[in-house]
């Protein structure tokens, strides 16, 4: 497939066209940055692009869940173990950062550097380091809610290994203060490999026509993982790993050249490198959230040189 320009107004479609294979429409990579529909009546809507400047080493865990704020909600101040991306969905949330970070507003590609106190609306994504204590709240009167694409060690340190000096605490944990946070784990999987120093993260939101079918299976380059929000999807692997989830978030691998259906509340984790093909297997549109990670340094500027969005001073 070839290589597009990794510009920061364009970071979006290249990631997406690039690296989503078989749960992607090919004409992402010819759209512009936000909502659209390429020429086989694929609908997507990019959410959020940002690096991962740190991620953990491999195994890791790839996981993305939507977390319910009613108001009064706080999540106790610590560190994640890794990086996360969130993304607000509904409503306003306040995230008290002891580090720097990287925003992004709605609909503005690029980001800046975060410190201190961040007021996040809907559409504004935000990428916290791993290692920076943080706080999320809700302080308004209205329930909020956020997606948040996360990756962490999928192994505990060795025995005898130093303990980091206070404990990673995941957003969402029952350690929170006030009203209780609905923190839904929607999908994940633990990923084999992952790119070698920063990689891109992405969030889409994807629908699929009644009658679509994928002409044929595509690659992707890095681990991603898929959440069917509505409708029903055909899924079928050519080649690498893969295991599907059903709405109870059991999983069993995907047999290559088998299709399987991925109905609403499930979904599936691919390898990197993995190849795939859907169709909607249902009478309605068929919706679906997808994450994925890739290494920047797979794309480059026109010159041939990489290029990478950064968070401006």
Same mark, same amino acid.
């Given at each position: 497939m070839r290589r597009c320009s990794l510009l920061v107004p364009l970071v979006a479609v290249v990631l997406f066209g690039l690296l989503l294979g078989g749960l992607a429409p090919a004409a992402a990579q010819e759209a512009t940055p936000g909502a659209g529909a390429g020429a086989d009546g694929v609908g997507f809507e990019i959410l959020a692009v940002g690096l991962f400047e740190e991620p953990p080493p491999a195994p890791a865990v790839l996981d993305l869940a939507r977390a319910t704020f009613p108001p009064g909600a706080t999540t106790p101040p610590g560190p994640d173990p890794g990086p996360s991306l969130t993304y607000v969905e509904r409503g306003v949330l306040s995230v008290e950062l002891e580090g720097a970070a990287s925003l992004a507003r709605a609909g503005t590609p690029e980001p800046t550097r975060a410190e201190g106190t961040v007021v996040l609306g809907v559409?504004?994504?935000?990428?916290?380091?791993?290692? =920076?204590?943080?706080?999320?709240?809700?302080?308004?009167?209205?329930?909020?809610?956020?997606?948040? $694409?996360?990756?962490?060690?999928a192994e505990l340190p060795e025995p005898g290994a130093t303990p980091p000096a206070e404990p990673a605490q995941p957003l969402g944990t029952p350690e929170a203060a006030g009203p209780p946070i609905d923190f839904a784990l929607l999908a994940g999987g633990v990923a084999e490999t992952l790119p070698a120093g920063v990689a891109v993260v992405g969030l889409a939101r994807l629908t699929y026509p009644v009658g679509h079918a994928d002409p044929g299976p595509t690659r992707n380059d890095g681990p991603l993982l898929a959440y069917v929000e $509505?409708?029903?999807?055909?899924?079928? =692997? %050519?080649?690498?790993?893969?295991?599907?989830?059903?709405?109870?978030?059991?999983?069993?691998? =995907?047999?290559?050249?088998?299709?399987?259906?991925?109905? $609403?509340?499930?979904?599936?984790? /691919?390898?990197?490198? %993995?190849?795939?093909?859907?169709?909607? $297997?249902?009478? /309605?549109p068929a919706t679906v959230l997808i994450v994925l990670l890739g290494p920047p340094e797979a794309f480059a500027q026109e010159d041939g040189t990489p290029a990478a969005a950064t968070p401006s001073s």
């Open positions: 559409g504004d994504r935000l990428v916290i380091p791993g290692g =920076v204590p943080f706080r999320v709240y809700n302080e308004g009167s209205e329930p909020a809610t956020a997606l948040v $694409a996360r990756v962490y060690p $509505a409708g029903t999807l055909g899924y079928t =692997v %050519a080649s690498g790993g893969s295991v599907a989830t059903d709405a109870t978030g059991q999983g069993e691998p =995907v047999t290559p050249g088998q299709e399987v259906e991925l109905r $609403a509340g499930g979904g599936v984790f /691919e390898q990197g490198g %993995a190849a795939s093909a859907v169709r909607n $297997a249902g009478d /309605e």
